[in-house]
């Protein structure tokens, strides 16, 4: 691996276990329609695309498929306003995650965030788990008009830096995380622990793969 010059890093799956609060709000939506509640576990599994596709795979039941549109827009407002609700209340960082940030800022790496969540939703949550600050850059689902695995949210982050793509990392969960990666042309470093509907995130070849946040900076004094 080569040395980053800045680093952007995605949030549920990454820093954050959000899915305790994803999955109340999932299962008190399923409630509120009539229905049967998932659970944490199922819910676990379709994280990673945003709250929209969240909500199409709860009502569905499943990670494929679309359900009928006058359910979606039945549900799709209850789900935004129990998630308002419920931004923090469940969710935590991973255990390392703190301490990993403080390594890397005390190297003096550029922090940006970026994440398919909303603003609304990921502010919040950033500010409430104390981790906003850390970063130069907030990225959310609907900053821009594409978001991951669109390269554009991570070109972006690059701009803002002045950070030319190959000189750049993404720390991710995801093989959305890993596609945007390499469509921008940043490096990529995943978790082994995060969000990837259930399939081993090796499978998609990211650059790196390491079990828990305070890693991060001990692989980068490895790369030249």
């Given at each position: 691996m080569r040395k980053p010059d800045m680093i952007l890093i995605d949030v549920d799956g990454t820093l954050v276990d959000s899915v305790p609060d994803l999955a109340f709000c999932v299962d008190t939506m399923m409630a509120e329609l009539g229905r049967s509640p998932h659970g944490e576990a199922r819910v676990r599994e379709w994280v990673g695309n945003g709250v929209e596709r969240l909500v199409r795979?709860?009502?569905?039941?499943?990670?494929?498929?679309?359900?009928?549109?006058?359910?979606?827009?039945?549900?799709?407002?209850?789900?935004?306003?129990?998630?308002?609700?419920?931004?923090?209340?469940?969710?935590?960082?991973?255990?390392?995650?703190?301490?990993?940030?403080?390594?890397?800022?005390?190297?003096?790496?550029?922090?940006?965030?970026?994440?398919?969540?909303?603003?609304?939703?990921?502010?919040?949550?950033?500010?409430?788990?104390?981790?906003?600050?850390?970063?130069?850059?907030?990225?959310?689902?609907?900053?821009?008009?594409?978001?991951?695995?669109?390269?554009?949210?991570?070109?972006?982050?690059?701009?803002?830096?002045?950070?030319?793509?190959?000189?750049?990392?993404?720390?991710?969960?995801?093989?959305?995380?890993?596609?945007a990666a390499r469509a921008a042309g940043f490096q990529i470093v995943c978790m082994s622990y995060g969000y990837n509907h259930g399939v081993d995130i090796r499978e998609a070849a990211p650059d790196a793969v390491i079990d828990s946040f305070v890693e991060v900076q001990p692989l980068l004094e490895q790369a030249v």
């Open positions: 795979r709860a009502l569905v039941g499943a990670l494929q498929g679309e359900p009928d549109e006058a359910d979606f827009d039945r549900a799709y407002p209850l789900f935004l306003d129990l998630c308002a609700e419920n931004t923090s209340k469940r969710s935590c960082l991973y255990p390392g995650v703190r301490e990993g940030m403080d390594l890397l800022k005390a190297a003096a790496y550029r922090l940006g965030c970026v994440t398919n969540k909303a603003a609304q939703f990921t502010e919040p949550l950033l500010k409430d788990l104390g981790i906003f600050d850390d970063f130069s850059i907030v990225i959310s689902g609907d900053t821009l008009s594409t978001k991951k695995p669109d390269p554009a949210p991570l070109l972006h982050a690059a701009e803002f830096f002045g950070c030319e793509p190959a000189n750049a990392l993404m720390i991710g969960d995801s093989v959305s995380d890993v596609a």
